[in-house]
């Protein structure tokens, strides 16, 4: 069994920076692609971004585009969600996921990915 746990999560000024983490455990698992989604309070879940593992390439939401990237550590298994010029719109529960299957292109749908955490609440205040 594969985990996700998010982290990195908290409160934060407009204008501000923060970084989010996601930590895979469980089984040896190598993910095709890792993905970011948010979710805002009476909103669905959106996409973020995604991340080929392999060559660490990446797809991003135009929400996201120019503020947020998205980065791995090998070693560390993790993958990152930096954003900067933080927004009161950002503020969400962000989700990290991971992809097994080596397929597909973008991966910007949540049925793109097996796996899921359980999520980090980012707050963004005015």
């Known amino acids: 069994q594969v985990q996700l746990e998010e982290s990195g999560g908290g409160l934060v000024q407009a204008g501000g920076s923060l970084r989010v983490s996601c930590a895979a455990s469980?089984?040896?698992?190598?993910?095709?692609?890792m993905g970011w989604f948010r979710q805002a309070p009476g909103k669905e879940r959106e996409f973020v971004g995604s991340l080929i593992w392999a060559n660490s390439y990446t797809f991003s939401a135009d929400s996201a585009k120019g503020r947020f990237t998205i980065s791995r550590d090998n070693a560390k298994n993790t993958v990152y969600l930096q954003m900067m010029s933080l927004k009161p719109e950002d503020t969400a529960v962000y989700y990290c996921?991971?992809?097994?299957?080596?397929?597909?292109?973008?991966?910007?749908?949540?049925?793109?990915?097996?796996?899921w955490g359980r999520g980090t609440q980012v707050t963004v205040s005015s």
């Open positions: 996921a991971a992809r097994a299957r080596i397929s597909g292109w973008g991966w910007r749908n949540e049925d793109d990915y097996e796996y």
């Open positions: 469980g089984r040896t698992f190598t993910p095709y692609v």
